[in-house]
């Protein structure tokens, strides 16, 4: 089969520059997509952290201007890994310039900042996608395979959590490389746009729509020391988040975020409860699945633990062997994968800006809700 | 050493009759009581069933009205193991006769229905506990000794939930023997009485007092047929509860108490994450406590599995040998043997019927909070 | 229904008499037998030690003479939870004097001994059972149901492992009270007999006979104290044993019991792979069983954790709700129950001796094989 | 840095050639050798195969003969990843063109097999290794830390485990691609030589030399369809096999291997227990090392449960970020990372062909010992 090439920009190098551009060079390998990926450009605001990058990744060439990335005209794709304070002003240039937009999620640092992205590719029809990387975690797509299915019946509830502890140390200072999700002005929150963003993003795609919240927000420790400024600042996100909420569908959720989670490095979970059976997983150890089917025999039911790694299993076919299990980084591979062979089949890889869209007005409503002591309607619209 | 009797009148002979007389039975026998439990008298409505438990669990005689049995001179505890519409005038009668009372939890159905015993017990200075026996789990009482000891410094979070699955069925009818549970009017409640105030109360002793809540409730099935009416009625109980909380020590919690969680039969579980360490606990591998400790040495941290089985371990030197696990009924056992020590030595066993009370003021506070939809600060005071 | 009197006199106030008589006094409470066990009489050397015990579980009388309880006329069952070296004597003059006879485990210190036992209690024509207790764990007879049912197919293998730690201090004693384990003369061996008994029991109850082992065993400490004789001894136990053995359906096996497994205080655990599923248990958390059904649907397979606490498990209906566990001590009143209901229905109860002289002979076996170093075939017969 | 180039010449495009292939590609992003490897040819028989893998996997060139490729001269590294039978030939020749030479294990179908390719190697002074690439999983490589730092103390026990079950189906034939494993004219042995030899080969390296072995193999299946002799032939391999072994340290091990154990995919499990402590790990949850240490305090010990994820474990500050797990292939990437700084330092990698030379020692010797059922002392020399 002849392969067409796509030509990706790399905005930003740092943690997420890495995953995004191993996904880029190992998709080729492992997946058949009709696209040749090229590494073209990888841009940096420091020339030297750029060119050591892409020397490490090998991409072609360097910009340190996201805009004369932006306006080469050898360029197809461009790539947003940069602090969300920045990922508006890019996305919308590059869709003015016509080039297809994957974007590091959250998509923008409030909905209105995310509506007017969603705006932009959609004015300018351009494939556009967001790196909402959990989904293609092989067991969150078998959940979802066997939600679909309805093999779960009516849903009752819904539960996630996403805990850290990272920041438990009043020592640790704020803004700077690698600290910017501890400024509010960079990240637009703390726990509820950077970890809880996730919960939500698989609970609506898992659950349908949530039609509103309670919530209430927390910041332990309410100064540090930021190291662009050069002194104490006040902390101004939110260190934990948790809200109730109800979905459209009448289930009813419990969501939590946090990194004051002593013991916990990444521990998103997630379950769900309906009349036949339930489903549950957890990040730490990402290639399980847990299920309970209540139709099997009465005596030996119980809660199934499948080693999600047959080659019948959510992209394994690709991999190695049952029992084998892959990593962290894959998933980003296989949403690339999945954008791939949209662009192939006109198959808008989901989630689109639009739909990530959604994510946006229920951190927003979270934050409104924390904020006012009250329930909060979960805006309904798009851009 | 010269033994008292302490002769024991118990009213009500379901479940909890079963539980709290297995615990008059065994303590004698693996503790060193300063008391010879008697069982005296058990009463039931029915004179057969009340003659059949007699017969099994080896009382002397029987009752059918329980305002003999507290007019009998030859009782010094009444035990209350009715449904919750009962509790109240039970417990005010034994304590204005002077007898020690224990009462199963909940204390009362309300708030105030509880002040009033906690009145009546405190006017007549009788000794009195409530059943809230997951408290005296070995490995709950080890999470309360590192608790006391300061181990986990500040805390930031606590998480509880206790999940069922028993009444998913829409065919399951309400009302009657065994299913009182699912009629306001003899519970009080659903979940929140029955399965949250196990975790408010585990979590208040563990963690101090609740300040405020926010809260959601659901009944998920409508009408049930009602056995004792005879007919279709509707469900006035909350199915599934949860709440939001924040605790005088600043920590956020997170509640969640269901019948609808397909898959769990008594799924309660607790954890706690501090400054320095974290704990966590499941009854459903109820020997096991799980703890983080921060000071580990980095690269060997890990959340440790104590299988709080060895004779240094609370309560376990009464048992068998380290390995051997004990189960669900002990923890009757020994809040028996507590009260029996309290006797001797003056200190009150916890919960007192006071202590008590403060549960009950959160779950109102709840109740009310799902009512209103808005924040509900939990009523500070006593009876 | 009028129920018979079975008047029961126990030699030996150890742990064992406590399990036994917890057994005897709990299985009137909790299931309905044909039988009221009376504790008539409790015998130990020291007649203070037997005082004690006596007032502690409720025994009518005490005697310091083993003969003088054989020889009473009011005694219907000789329980002996004596050290390994008496229960052969005891056990034969208890069958001479027509007394039904349960023993603890091992039946004797060898084949041989266990052999005059088993010759003596036909003979007498008297019930007779060995405490193999963990047959009677919930979760174990589960097992054993499924098997039952061939829901396995052709099994390939099984494996068991008992792995304690007690004994890795060079400084603790030999002999005396609770240290006679380790002492050959008393014990017979030393993990082989105490241990793996347990491990084999199960096995060929589970899996069927034992054709030949290959054995190796260890003793790692060479000399200890002796508390009786005063003075440092060599140690004549096995610390370790371990084997490798063909079943007569087949199916390989390994065994292996150690008292040198640091972090394991009883784990007891087996596994049984067949064509068509394999199944999975262990001690420490006893009220669980592992399944694995290859028929399930291929991308939902997965082990099982199965919570064998419903009403429909095995002796499960006779205790509390879904969801709460029992404990060790249970497996006990299990083994009374049945050997009540065996009295009642003809049904001798497994295991009579006849049936724990097969133990026997096979650890016979290991001990040989490990002695020669060569593979040994199982003795096939009996008394 | 400037950085040397090293071209790579593969044999063999099967599972194995697509691991090293993955490793090649990603050692240089993601670790900071001195070397750039050239993927320079890859060698298959067939040539549409080789074609086929080459555009995957981006090497410049193919080969039909791997003589041909051993001939060139613009080769530094022949890798072998071909069936066992192939292994010896291939890597004498190219160590006699003076390669490098890179093998998957086992290194040859016997210990005399491999005894002439350590010669080779080493008469050619050219460096060698074999992807035993268990060693290089974080968790075992901790374990390999922890023991070197006596964290255990004495030991005295080592277990290790590899159950599979892919080959119960008696419809699966042998031989030919992907089933050359049931074919012992190309494989060598069955499990032992598979699987087994990935725990010996552990085992060793963490507790040393073994001494002797008594073992027991079997076949389940005796006859199975021969996809290239095209009809029923007798199966000649080792379905199973276990063995006991003493270490020269004075600890006892077992050890087994099978494909028939239902419900495991690729579950090698490894325990060691010491005076001080124990260590336990398996590859279904391979992130994951469990540790016991004894000198823990009393009260709160138990198996932490290492989540092997943080920058300060081996390997993981290459990757992500704490919490975030890799998997399988990384194995292969840390060991052409070692190997590649080897050559820098001049470190020979382990293991080389003379360390790998042990374990086919030892699994000739477990072949052995089942075959003449006795106990046989592992060879001790090399070549």
Redesign the interface.
């Known amino acids: 089969m002849a392969r067409k090439t796509l030509n990706v920009g790399l905005v930003g190098c740092g ?1 997420m520059g890495r ?1 995004h551009s ?1 996904a880029f ?1 190992q998709v ?2 492992f997946f058949d997509p009709g696209y040749d990926l090229v590494l073209k450009a990888v841009c940096a605001r420091s020339g030297d952290a750029a060119r050591s990058f892409a020397e ?3 991409y072609e060439s360097v910009e340190t201007d996201w805009k004369a990335l932006v306006a080469r005209p050898d360029i197809d794709l461009i790539d947003i890994a940069t602090p969300n304070s920045t990922h508006a002003e890019i996305a919308i240039a590059a869709a003015k310039a016509g080039k297809m937009v994957a974007c590091e999620k959250p998509l923008g640092r409030s909905a209105a900042e995310s509506a007017a992205m969603v705006e932009a590719v959609e004015a300018a029809g351009v494939p556009n996608m967001v790196w909402y990387n959990y989904r293609r975690v092989p067991a969150v797509m ?1 959940a979802k ?2 939600v679909e299915e309805g093999r ?1 019946g009516r849903i ?2 819904y ?1 996630a959590k996403f ?4 920041t ?1 140390s009043a020592d640790l200072p704020q803004g700077g490389a690698g600290l910017w999700r501890l400024d509010a002005a960079v990240a637009g929150s703390g726990v509820t746009g950077d970890l809880l963003a996730h919960c939500i993003d698989t609970a609506m795609w898992l659950n349908g729509g949530i039609r509103e919240v ?3 927000t ?1 910041t ?1 420790i309410r100064e540090r020391h930021h190291t662009v400024i050069g002194q104490v600042q006040p902390v101004t996100i939110d260190d ?1 988040s ?3 909420a ?1 979905f459209d569908n ?1 289930s ?1 959720a ?1 969501f ?1 975020a ?1 990194r ?8 998103y979970t997630l379950e769900i ?6 489903i549950a997983w957890d ?7 847990e ?4 139709r ?1 025999p ?10 999600v ?2 080659s ?2 959510p992209y394994m076919g690709r ?12 998933s980003f591979i296989h949403q690339m994968a999945d954008f791939l062979e949209g662009l192939e089949t006109g198959v808008t890889t989901i989630p689109s800006f639009r739909e990530a869209l959604r994510t946006d007005h229920v951190t927003d409503a979270v934050l409104r809700s924390a904020r006012d ?3 909060v309607k979960v805006a309904a619209g798009g851009a």
Request: hydrophobic share 35%; net charge neutral; no cysteine.
């Open positions: 943690f995953t191993n060079r080729r390998t490490t990744w090998g078998l395979q066997l779960l009752f509830h539960r805990l850290q502890d990272w438990i309670s919530a209430m927390e332990f934990a948790a809200f109730l109800r009448g009813l419990t939590e946090t004051y989670a002593r013991g916990h490095k990444a521990l409860n309906g009349e036949h059976g339930s990040l730490h150890d990402l290639h399980r699945l299920i309970f089917d209540h099997d009465g005596i030996t039911r119980g809660w199934r633990s499948i080693h790694t047959d019948d299993h991999w190695w062997v049952p029992g084998l299990q892959i990593g962290y980084e894959h002591r009250q329930w």
